[in-house]
């Protein structure tokens, strides 16, 4: 069964200060891993698609990574409008999308 | 360029009452798709549609129908509601007749609350 596991549950940082989330999936063949963002009271917004190991995307102050079993969305000198809750999906063999629970990310001025 | 648009924001329902949460885009997607997102579950797929008279269930169908008469779109029939309804539901589409290896363009979401 294709699983999506999503570390820390919530974060904290100051403005400026660089780190990483990450995803963990089992899955029987990628066929694609998803981030988005969320805002509250809002639907996810769509950042970044990785197919395979190796691939890298940049989008402002973040990076998406991608080896074999695990994503991590590094977020280089946060802003305090990149709080939001950030959240992980692959699509696998069983040809459905499973999404993690998510990172809630909050940077303080 | 209003994507996708879900109303009610916010709707209330005391148990065993029925309503449909509508959903329309104007992307032109062939691909639909009804979630639920809960605390701590992340979101789950309901049913979804890859066309006009097309529907199929998914992961947590049951107390739910659809239908797809057009491909704009694609509304969510509660039955007989059920305090395990509460939740916030999210329409998503797609321009690819799948979800699992192409991106989710999501509404801004439902918040249903079943006393």
């Known amino acids: 069964e294709d699983q999506v596991t999503q570390s820390p549950e919530a974060l904290r940082l100051q403005e400026g200060e660089s780190s990483s989330l990450n995803c963990s999936y089992t899955v029987s063949g990628l066929r694609g891993l998803f981030w988005y963002r969320q805002d509250p009271g809002k639907g996810p917004e769509f950042l970044f698609t990785l197919y395979s190991a190796g691939e890298e995307k940049e989008k402002e102050r973040l990076k998406a990574t991608l080896t074999k079993k695990e994503s991590f969305l590094h977020i280089t000198a946060p802003k305090p409008e990149d709080s939001a809750t950030y959240l992980c999906?692959?699509?696998?063999?069983?040809?459905?999308?499973?999404f993690g629970q998510g990172t809630r990310l909050t940077i303080n001025p | 360029n209003a994507g996708v648009t879900q109303t009610p924001k916010f709707q209330v329902l005391k148990t065993g009452q029925s309503m449909t949460l509508q959903c329309a885009q104007d992307m032109n997607h062939e691909y639909m798709s009804w979630y639920r997102q809960d605390p701590g579950m992340g979101l789950r797929l309901i049913h979804y549609?890859?066309?006009?008279?097309?529907?199929d269930q998914g992961e947590v169908p049951n107390g739910y129908n659809v239908s797809r008469s057009t491909t704009e779109d694609f509304p969510l029939r509660l039955l007989s509601a059920a305090p395990s309804q509460t939740s916030v539901y999210f329409c998503a589409s797609s321009a690819v007749l799948s979800s699992y290896n192409s991106p989710l363009h999501f509404g801004n979401g439902t918040r249903l609350t079943v006393t």
């Open positions: 549609s890859v066309g006009a008279g097309i529907t």
């Open positions: 999906a692959v699509g696998g063999g069983a040809q459905k999308l499973v």
